[in-house]
């Protein structure tokens, strides 16, 4: 029984991990694959935005402005003769790792201070709890506006921590909700009377039984986070120009939806950007919501 | 255990503790607000009036708008103000022109009230309407359908659901106006019917989320065994809903209504900006643009007092109908 | 009521009311239907009661709603027939079927907390099953109501129906239910687990009132539940479900005298294990007047002292809200005592978990009701195991897998489950990993708090085993903290009696298991069903004498 063949026998690997994952896949819905897809795109142009864009980001082609689409300029030029082809790959590259940022700042601050509330209750939770509550009174457009007004110009870090900060506090509600319960459980308690230390438990007992919860709240924060950039740039209060966002080239071509009855082409010219928002949210919220029937038994979760 | 608390029923006490606790947060984000302000980088008063402003003037501009006292009794000159309904003055104010914060809100408040409202009477019933048919049919073709679109519309921009709407019912056939401009003598009326377009674009926006909320909330309580005890008693299907259902469902619905009526508040901004609708979120975004930060305090705090209100109420209500708290032991 | 002391009063057994032929029932989880009722067959007579009894996922709810044409949210049927009172429930229409429910059948529910609407008052969710079917008006239905309240032995009959649900104990709901079962005067009645969440002290009036009422009007009945001594006071007939098949059918005093089946006769296994007593004046732990609270509220343990002879097990018995599992917290120290001290080997124990170091904790295991909660899915048995070994003793490498191949085989499992997750193996496997994780750290004390109870019967016949086992191999002092008696018999040689943070009784097992006994004592052992038909009625007789 005690010999070496027994103990090679003995598989530590979780070589089973991937297959599995790939079984799951196999069973995904035609909704999630075709979030996923469409993901994986948004990602890919986003990486390679120089080498698929034909012209420069703020790079003035045309002399005149707005001009109409053709072969040259497929999706026509701004206000300023700048490509819009060009212009809306570049703000992939822009608007989701701006919102990728502002999410992993919410999700470390948050879901820290989430769990560790949860493990301490008493009046760290009480007082993190109130002051939480205050901030997610005001809405985070308006939180964001509020604190873009202070600043004289707006910086891109400047978004980033604003935004950060202020849906920091959604996810250390659900962080905290979700530790507590897993935080009564009596795996906690006797890892507790084992001995072991806060650290060894927050990241062995706690965190791995969170993570399904709060993967499917990243999905959901990032589309929230990017809904709400995209929403601040429109306002013309994001990204500065000549940065391109898609939030900003709504507002830019927006005029041209005047000539919608005359050139429909133009008309819609101004939707592009806005249309590659919300492909991109709908896809998030289509793997999303596969995740949620998947994960856990909230099959008709909000 | 107290004398005093038992005296109390335990509905007013809970309804004074959902008070207090509402209190306390208004006067944590009071501070937050104001204490924002005091992080600002730079002279503001410069920034304002401009470099070439001489001290003489930079000092009579912060003492009009009282920017000379110290943070603390600023805040509490602040504090006055808004209790009496002034909000202070606004950084547009010269010497001797003093603009009043709330002379420039009033009239804005109310647009974005009516918009506000005229949206609300149009979507709660029809999210209420589709959430709770959905439950009731749930996995049908109808619910999945209805799934499916309500999971598109969450994820759009709101500006982008305004342009499609402005697009095709505004510019390609010229039903309504693109332009949701109102002032304080246009007609109900004319009112309604240039409001029609933003109050329609929020609708959609916060329709989808209600309703996707409706029916969990109502797929939750139907979930409970009282119902099935109740369908056990040979109970009409009329009867399980009306009468074992309803009067357990206030409190879930009341409270999607609140969350989803405070959502409202994000979308006005946008919305009144791309209408150009002169209500508060738009007068927000301007005061934002021009650093006008006693402005931008003042709706922030309207904002946050609105969405404490609403949540206030639903709690308020939810106590109201909670038999345990209604018939105490 | 009985005035016969031997056997029930006459029934008379009719045609047969409901017969069930080949039913087969799916359900679905996870988008796949799977069979939950595998082709069953089932006749009953008017006026006669049928016991279902099997361990959790035979199938017996399912099968007893199905009496009234229902399948839960997620259920269907698939085939087979079932026919009342010459109606084919499963071919008659939706507006047919909600016709005979309540009126001519209807349901007692296992959670009558939750089973009342919390927004109505018991008087009107009682008549609502009249009104609605149109048998009575309102007023005729309160008058009965009462009348009902009243021979279900209900405080203030007249009035209690004026409550809510949560105004009420959680014994009277359940008679209140049993009421507005009978208000149509049904001609069946299913009970499903009536009793389950009750005390058993609680228990005895509930049963007594669903038996004098099914008695008094002649009602057929099934009664569903997993505890046989308690089916035995109540059928007439018992069928044994496992898997949703039938293992075995007989009338009650046959079964119980002579089943027929292997499985039948591990349903009550547990009940056959009697470990002799062995005494131990070598003290390991000893609790010496301790008094605790939750914050500032009452105290839930008042001058509780207790004595744990080293490698014998102390079983604490309570009902819930004793004070058991509070005791059990003091001692591990997560529950400082406000006062008293605690004693372990001699010398006082820090009452903080803070205040102990490594080597008093390592003394020290304890192991949970619930084996799911108490292992991190996350963690691999490897992992369950392998830490304490790791953080007590320091083992690392190959050594650290050679004791965990040890620990798995000393608790009979082999080597190959060291790979897998909890969610891969058995409840009573689970348990048997939480015991390996205590013996990791090779205590002295283990506390066991209601190790068995979540478990089936022949799980939890295994355990126990085990436990006596690892006990006498390793001289293991236990703490067992349980409401069951049976369980006591098979593991305890002292017993302590608690009730309302109090000890009520201490001493070893024949002298507190004996007369005479204090009188919380005597209510407490005389209200464990026993497998034997008369026992309700010989209680209720004994009972009557005495307060008369």
Wanted: hydrophobic share 45%; proline share 5%.
């Amino acid at each position: 029984m005690n010999d070496a063949s027994t103990l090679a026998k003995v598989p530590r690997a979780r070589r089973s991990k991937a297959i599995a994952a790939w079984r799951e896949l196999k069973k995904a819905p035609w909704s999630a694959w075709f979030g996923m897809i469409v993901l994986t795109g948004y990602i890919v142009v986003a990486l390679f935005a120089p080498l698929i864009a034909p012209y420069g980001e703020s790079e003035v082609v045309s002399p005149g402005s707005f001009d109409v689409w053709s072969a040259q300029y497929w999706f026509g030029t701004d206000q300023l003769g700048r490509d819009i082809l060009s212009r809306m790959i570049y703000a992939a590259r822009n608007s989701m790792g701006i919102a990728f940022a502002a999410t992993a700042v919410a999700f470390i601050t948050g879901g820290l201070l989430g769990i560790v509330a949860a493990l301490l209750r008493g009046w760290v939770d009480q007082v993190a709890s109130r002051l939480v509550d205050a901030v997610m009174a005001i809405p985070s457009l308006i939180f964001a506006l509020m604190v873009l007004a202070i600043f004289e110009k707006t910086e891109v870090y400047h978004i980033i921590l604003v935004i950060g900060f202020v849906d920091a506090t959604r996810v250390f509600r659900l962080t905290r909700a979700v530790a507590m319960n897993v935080v009564s459980l009596d795996f906690v308690e006797a890892a507790r009377l084992r001995g072991e230390g806060t650290g060894w438990i927050v990241r062995r007992e706690i965190i791995p039984n969170i993570m399904p919860p709060l993967l499917t709240e990243f999905g959901l924060r990032y589309c929230f986070v990017f809904l709400t950039i995209s929403a601040l740039s429109f306002l013309g209060l994001g990204l500065q120009p000549p940065t391109a966002d898609w939030g900003a080239m709504v507002k830019e071509t927006a005029t041209l939806f005047t000539y919608a009855r005359d050139d429909f082409q133009a008309g819609i010219t101004p939707l592009l950007p806005a249309g590659a928002i919300a492909l991109l949210t709908v896809s998030i919220n289509f793997i999303v919501d596969w995740f949620l029937h998947k994960t856990s038994g909230l099959r008709d979760g909000q | 255990m107290l004398a005093a608390r038992d005296a109390m029923h335990p509905i007013l006490r809970t309804v004074l503790q959902r008070l207090a606790l509402g209190l306390l947060t208004l006067f944590i984000v009071s501070v937050v607000i104001s204490s924002l302000v005091e992080m600002l980088p730079g002279n503001f008063a410069k920034r304002i009036l401009g470099q070439a402003a001489t001290p003489e003037t930079v000092a009579a501009f912060e003492k009009e708008i009282g920017l000379d006292k110290p943070a603390l009794e600023r805040y509490f000159v602040w504090v006055g103000d808004v209790v009496t309904g002034e909000f202070g003055s606004s950084f547009t104010s010269r010497v001797g022109y003093q603009r009043k914060v709330a002379d420039l809100i009033t009239p804005r408040l109310k647009n974005t009230l009516f918009l506000a409202s005229m949206t609300a009477v149009i979507a709660v019933p029809l999210a209420l309407f589709l959430g709770i048919l959905a439950a009731l049919y749930r996995n049908s073709w109808f619910d999945r359908m209805v799934n499916s679109a309500t999971l598109t519309t969450i994820s759009m921009p709101e500006f982008f659901m305004a342009y499609v709407l402005m697009l095709f019912l505004a510019v390609i056939w010229q039903i309504f106006p693109s332009l949701a401009s109102v002032d304080h003598d246009t007609p109900l009326w004319e009112r309604i019917y240039r409001c029609t377009l933003p109050a329609l674009t929020l609708t959609l926006v916060i329709v989808a989320h209600m309703m996707r909320m409706t029916r969990a909330a109502i797929i939750n309580l139907l979930a409970s065994p009282y119902i099935e005890m109740a369908r056990l008693k040979g109970m009409s299907k009329s009867r399980v809903i009306m009468r074992h259902a309803l009067p357990n469902a206030w409190a879930p619905i009341v409270n999607v209504i609140a969350f989803n009526l405070a959502y409202l508040i994000v979308g006005v901004v946008v919305v009144e900006v791309v209408f150009t609708y002169p209500g508060i979120g738009q007068l927000m975004v301007d005061a934002v643009r021009t650093k006008d930060m006693p402005v931008v305090q003042a709706c922030a705090l309207i904002f946050a007092a609105t969405y404490i209100l609403l949540n206030l109420t639903a709690d308020i209500i939810s106590i109201a109908t909670n038999p345990r708290l209604l018939h105490p032991r | 009521m009985a005035n016969d002391n031997t056997k029930r009063p006459g029934r008379e057994k009719g045609e047969i009311l409901l017969e069930m032929r080949d039913l087969k029932i799916e359900g679905e989880s996870d988008d796949i239907w799977h069979p939950i009722i595998k082709g069953i067959n089932l006749t009953l007579r008017r006026g006669e009661v049928l016991g279902l009894i099997g361990e959790s996922g035979a199938g017996k709810s399912t099968l007893g709603i199905a009496a009234m044409g229902f399948a839960r949210p997620g259920c269907r049927f698939t085939g087979g027939s079932i026919v009342f009172d010459g109606i084919d429930m499963l071919k008659t229409s939706e507006e047919e079927k909600r016709k005979l429910r309540g009126s001519r059948i209807s349901y007692v529910a296992q959670s009558a907390a939750a089973a009342f609407n919390p927004a109505h008052r018991l008087i009107d969710q009682t008549i609502e099953t009249e009104t609605q079917h149109g048998i009575r008006d309102s007023k005729s239905a309160v008058a009965d109501a009462v009348d009902l309240y009243g021979r279900l032995r209900l405080p203030d009959p007249t009035t209690i129906g004026e409550r809510y649900p949560h105004q009420v104990s959680g014994g009277q709901l359940q008679r209140v239910m049993t009421a507005m079962a009978i208000t149509c005067r049904p001609d069946l009645i299913i009970f499903d687990e009536p009793t389950t969440a009750l005390d058993v002290t609680t228990q005895v009036e509930v049963l007594a009132s669903i038996r004098s009422i099914v008695e008094e009007f002649n009602t057929a009945a099934i009664y569903i539940t997993h505890d046989l001594a308690v089916v035995a006071q109540m059928a007439d007939r018992i069928m044994v479900l496992r898997h949703g098949k039938l293992v075995e059918e007989s009338p009650t005093r046959e079964m119980l005298s002579a089943p027929k089946e292997e499985y039948t006769k591990s349903l009550w296994a547990v009940r056959g294990l009697a470990k002799p007593e062995a005494h131990s004046d070598d003290t390991i732990l000893s609790i010496e007047h301790v008094d605790a609270a939750y914050g500032n509220a009452d105290k839930i343990l008042d001058d509780v002292s207790v004595r744990i002879p080293r490698g014998r097990t102390v079983a604490v018995v309570g009902e819930s809200g004793s004070g058991k599992s509070t005791l059990a917290r003091v001692v591990t120290g997560l529950l400082p005592p406000s006062k008293g001290r605690v004693l372990f080997n001699g010398e006082p124990l820090p009452p903080a978990l803070g205040q102990r170091d490594k080597e008093m904790l390592r003394r020290i295991q304890m192991i949970y009701q619930s084996p799911d909660t108490a292992l991190n899915p996350r963690h691999r048995i490897y992992d369950v195991i392998g830490r304490p070994l790791n953080f007590y003793h320091g083992l690392t490498g190959p050594k650290l897998e050679q004791r965990i191949v040890d620990l798995l085989k000393m608790i009979e499992l082999d080597e190959s489950f060291i790979d897998r997750l909890p969610s891969e193996i058995s409840g009573g496997q689970k348990q048997r990993v939480c015991i390996a994780r205590a013996l990791a750290a090779e205590p002295e004390l283990i506390i066991c708090d209601e190790v068995t109870s979540a478990l089936d019967q022949i799980v939890q016949e295994e355990i126990l085993k085990l436990l006596l086992r690892l006990q006498a191999e390793f001289d293991i002092s236990y703490m067992f903290i349980t409401h069951d008696i049976a369980t006591v018999r098979a593991i305890a040689d002292e017993i302590v009696v608690m009730n309302q943070g109090k000890v009520v009784e201490q001493g070893t097992k024949t002298e507190v298991l004996s007369p005479p006994y204090p009188a919380y004592t005597e209510l407490l052992l005389s209200s464990v069903p026993e497998m034997d038909p008369d026992w309700l009625n010989n209680l209720l007789q004994k009972r009557q004498v005495k307060s008369e």
